[in-house]
């Protein structure tokens, strides 16, 4: 079990689908973000900060879903000498389910920056959800967790584990980019040739800045560090009249 692991940490496949990992996730957060404010998507641009703090992030979901596992596995042991088959079954999907949805109460942390009971209480109602409707076919099909069982099988199916692990992640990082902005109390104001802007993003030594935090508002500036110079960007819908005599 060790040389299955030992494998599939240090394989050189798994170190580029790390990286990959972590420039898709820091672009999918910029996309998400572009999405919700209404600025072009082609102006995010990631530097090696944003994918540091995307791999961080990817790295500390998956310890935190290790951990957890390691507990359910540990708790299913245990409740294996006093309880029947049916609810151990049960209590089974129910480990999995919350599992596979910490990440997504991790998010939710993150988003309001405090733990909140109700978001915790609505991950419990969801993971409890999802175990009765699924309970059937984790009975039918995954029957073990244990440690060893579960290496093997993410070594005999590595690809689609990787397949499942990007899509979970990139897909995730879109949504948080996305509703985020919907729960900042605070921004930061950047001052650029005296006059006051709106830090939306930050992208290596690029911010878009902008004089309203509300979304779609279709009027962003684009700071660059290096050299110091700052752009107007103005979305407009060339489709109608208006838009082409006021850009005259």
Not at 1 to 19: E, R
Request: hydrophobic share 50%; proline share 2%.
């Amino acid at each position: 079990m060790l040389k299955i692991l030992n494998k599939l940490l240090s394989s050189s496949i798994s170190m580029a689908f790390l990286v990959i990992l972590g420039w898709s996730v820091a672009y999918s957060y910029g996309w998400g973000q572009s999405y919700f404010y209404g600025f072009p998507w082609w102006y995010v641009d990631v530097g090696t900060s944003n994918v540091a703090r995307s791999l961080a992030y990817v790295i500390w979901a998956t310890l935190i879903l290790i951990v957890a596992y390691l507990f359910g596995v540990f708790g299913l042991t245990k409740a294996k000498r006093i309880m029947s088959e049916n609810c151990i079954s049960l209590l089974r999907a129910y480990i999995l389910c919350s599992i596979f949805f910490v990440p997504i109460l991790i998010g939710f942390i993150l988003l309001i920056g405090k733990v909140n009971y109700i978001f915790c209480l609505g991950y419990v109602i969801l993971t409890f959800g999802f175990t009765l409707i699924s309970k059937n076919y984790i009975r039918e099909h995954i029957n073990n967790i244990s440690i060893k069982v579960v290496v093997n099988f993410l070594y005999r199916n590595k690809n689609y584990v990787m397949l499942f692990t990007y899509c979970y992640f990139v897909l995730f990082a879109f949504m948080m980019g996305y509703f985020r902005p919907n729960f900042k109390i605070t921004f930061d104001v950047l001052d650029v040739q005296e006059q006051p802007y709106y830090v939306l993003a930050k992208y290596s030594d690029t911010f878009i800045l902008s004089k309203s935090i509300y979304s779609n508002n279709g009027d962003f500036y684009i700071y660059k560090i290096s050299p110091n110079s700052l752009c107007h960007i103005k979305v407009v819908n060339v489709g109608t009249k208006e838009s082409l005599v006021s850009l005259n």
